[in-house]
Nanobody
Framework: QVHLVESGGGLRQAGGSLTLSCEAS????????MGWFRQVPGKEREFVAA????????YYRDSVKGRFTISRDNAEDTVNLQMNALKPEDTATYYC?????????????????????WGQGTQVTVSS
């Protein structure tokens, strides 16, 4: 079991910045991929960014490339999402997720179905 807790959400004006943190506990060694997803009411949960494998390869959805950065702090067992140049369309509930190596290799790191463990979510609201 991997337990995930997100923090850092809030309200920002467009152009502002916010850093989300995901604290992991439990069998964190089994987490081959760590991802951030977001969801707005009435829409499917969508991939935002992921850290995959021991080498920490990073992946982003096109709309956040150059603005968001995913990183890991191994000492603290946290995964952060630095969000800059925020836009109103970034408004959503953001979720942290963890996936095993097997599921990541079979399904892929951008699919929500890959991830076995999820946090409770943190709200990000960007005003125009």
């Amino acid at each position: 079991q991997v337990h995930l807790v997100e923090s850092g959400g809030g309200l920002r004006q467009a152009g502002g910045s916010l850093t989300l943190s995901c604290e992991a506990s439990g069998r964190t060694s089994s987490a081959y991929a760590m991802g951030w997803f977001r969801q707005v009411p009435g829409k499917e949960r969508e991939f935002v960014a992921a850290l995959v494998g021991g080498g920490g390869s990073t992946y982003y959805r096109d709309s956040v490339k150059g603005r968001f950065t995913i990183s890991r702090d191994n000492a603290e067992d946290t995964v952060n999402l630095q969000m800059n140049a925020l836009k109103p369309e970034d408004t959503a509930t953001y979720y942290c997720a963890a996936a095993s190596r097997l599921r990541t290799m079979r399904i892929g790191h951008t699919s929500a179905g890959t991830y076995d463990y999820w946090g409770q979510g943190t709200q990000v609201t960007v005003s125009s």
